[in-house]
C-alpha cells in the first residue's frame, strides 16, 4: 500500500496531491510518491520566526536539553515503526541501528552537552574577561548568544534519521528553530520519524518543520540571522553555496559533501601482524556496511607496493563471504543501494574507475530473497591501481556504493602525497604499529582531512571504527569535504551561536553575563554563602576570610600527612639556590589553608565539592608569609534536577582569590559545588 508523503509545514501536514514516486530500493515497488502541492515557503519561514523562535527563547539551554532527552526516550521506544519502514531504504538491522538509534544517540548525546556544559539563561560567557585598563575599571570578554534566526538542514539519502537529527541537535540546543529537508530518494522514513515527533508533543510548535520535495524559493527568503548546512554531494554544495540572496545576506553556509576518504597500511606492518587483518577487516566492513552508501566509506586503500596483491587477496576473501540481498532474509549482511537512481549512477563511476584500475573482485549478482530481480542491487566490487601516482581518476571519481579501489605505494611519502591528491575528504584512517610513522603521518594528514583514525591492535579492542562519526568529534572536512565542520561536541552548537566581544566595566560585565567578573562590585553577606540555598544565592555573595600565617610547622606537618618531601619545601640550602631564595610552603597547603578559612563546616545546603577549574598558583607562600581567602559566587547552574528524596538541586561554581599580606594573588581557582534548592 502506497502512501503521499506529506511536508509539515505552519503547524500542519501538507500535500494530498501525489507527485513522482518512491520506490522500494529491495524489490522496485513504490512505497510512496512525494507530493505535488506547492509550499508556500513564505508561510514556513514566518512559522519559524513567529511562533518557533519565541517558543525557543521561552526556555534555556538546561530546558531545551531536557527536551532532547525526552524526544530521545520517545523515539527509542518507537523505533520498530521506523525499522520497518527503513527496510525499504535497503538497510539490514545494523545499517536501521546506526541510523535510528544512532540520530537517538545523537540526541542524548547533547542533551547531555547541555546539561553538563552550558548554564542556564541564554547566554554563553566565553571568558575570562580580562582587563583592558591599568587600574581594573575596564575591563573586555566575549559572549555567545542565540542568533535569532532560523536553521535550514538540507540532507543526503543514505541517513534519513540520524542526518535530520544530528544537525537539530545542537540547533535546537542554541535556541534556532530549524526546517528539514531530506533527500527524496529515502525521504518516506525521514517523514516516518517526523510524525513520531510531532506525535510526542515534546517540542514546542515551529521548533521543526520538514519539506519533502524541492526548496523552491526557500533559500531567498533568509537574511543574515539565518544558517544553511547541507550534506550531499560536492557538485550541489558547490551551487548551493552561491545562492545570491545566501551572498548578499552573508547567510553562513556549511557543508559536509561526500569525499574520496582513504586508509593507509603503514610501510611497517606485514601480512603477519596482527594489523594486516585490522586493515583488511576496515576495508571490507567500510564497502559492505550501508552498501558503501556513506559519505565517511573508505574509498581509496593505499598500501606498499609489494603487498598489493596480498591486501586484494584478503579483501576479496571477506567480500566473497558477504551475502547480499533483501535485509528481510536473515542470512543477509548487505543490502542495496538506496534507490535506482543510485544504481545507475555507480555502474556508471565504476565503468570510469575501471579505466584505469583493473577488477579485483565483484560479487555475483545472485540476490537472495524473492522479487530482488527488481531491486537496486550493486554487488561489493574491489578495483586496484598498481600506478595510481600517474594517473587522476582514481582521486577523482567516487563510486557511490560498495566499491573501494586499492592503490599502490612506494615509501611512506608517496603514500601521504597520494592521500593529499583526493583533495580534501571526511576522515582517513591509519594502520600502523609504529609511533614514529604516526608521528610523522599525522600533521599532514591533519591537513587534508576532518578526522583521523589511528588504528592498530590496541585501540581496535574499542574503535568505533573508520566511518562512524561521533557526537563528541568533529565531522567535515576540507577542500573537496565541503570545507565544513558538524559535531563535535559543544562546537556545533557554537556554530549556531553568535559570538560578540563586550567591553566595560568588571560590574557591567558580571551583570551581563550573569557571572562574576573578577574587579566587579561583590557582596559581602552577614550570612556565610556556604549557608544559602541555591535559589536564595546570589551571583557576588561574597566571603572575605581571617587571616592565617603559614609557619614551618605547618609545612613539615603538611609533608608528613601528603608524603611530599620535595626539596623546595624543606631543604634550606638547596631552597636559597632556587629562583624563590627560601623555602616555600606546598601549592596543595596553600590550597588546603584557604579551604579551612572560608569553608562553613556545620551541614547546610553545600551538599558536595566536585572539584577545582582553571586552578594556578601565581606567586609562592613562604614561611612567616600571611594568606586571606575570598570566596564569591560566580556562576549559578540549575539543572532541573531532583535527588532521591525529591530534593532540587542546583551547580554553583565559586571563585577564590588567595592573597598574601601585600594584598598579592598567590592562588586563584574555581570551586564546584552541589547546591541543595529549600524545597
Known sequence: MTQILQSYIGGRWQGTQAAGPLRSAVNGATVAHTHADALDFGEAVEHARRKGLPALMAMD???????????????LEHKEQLYAVSAHTGATKVDSWIDIDGGAGTLFAYASIGSNELPSGNLVHEGPAFAIGKKGGFSGTHVLVPRGGLAVHINAFNFPVWGLLEKFAPSFLAGMPCIGKPASATSYLTEAAMRLIVQSGILPEGSLQLVIGGTGDLLGRLNGADVVTFTGSADTASRLRVHPNLIANSVPFNAEADSLNCAILGPDVTPDDEEFGLFVKEVAREMTVKAGQKCTAIRRAIVPAKWLD????????????????DPADERVRMGPLASHAQQADVAERIALLRQDAELVYAGKEDWIGECTAQGAFCAPTLLACRKPMDVDSVHTIEAFGPVSTVMAYEDLDEALTLAARGQGSLVATLVTRDTAVAAKAIPPMAAWHGRLHILDRESAVESTGHGSPLPTLKH???????????????RAVKHYLQRAAVQGSPTMLAAVTGEHVRGAKVNDTV??????????????DSLLTHRRTVGEADIVAFGGISGDYFYMHFDEVAAKDSPFGKRIAHGYFVLSAAAGLFVSPAPGPVLANYGLDTLRFVKPVGIG???QARLTAKRKIDRNKVDAKGVGQGVVAWDVEVTNQLGELVASYDILTLVAKSS
Open 61 to 75: 539551554f538546561q530546558e531545551r536539553a531536557l527536551r532532547l532527552k525526552a524526544l530521545a526516550k520517545y523515539l
Open 310 to 325: 596480498a591486501v586484494c587477496e584478503q579483501v576479496a576473501a571477506r567480500l566473497a563471504k558477504t551475502t547480499v540481498g
Open 476 to 490: 567535515g572536512g576540507p577542500g573537496r569535504a565541503g570545507g565544513g565542520e558538524e559535531l563535535g561536541g559543544l
Open 527 to 540: 550570612v556565610h554563602p556556604f549557608r544559602s540555598y541555591f535559589e536564595d544565592l546570589k551571583i557576588g
Open 625 to 627: 608569609d600571611t594568606i
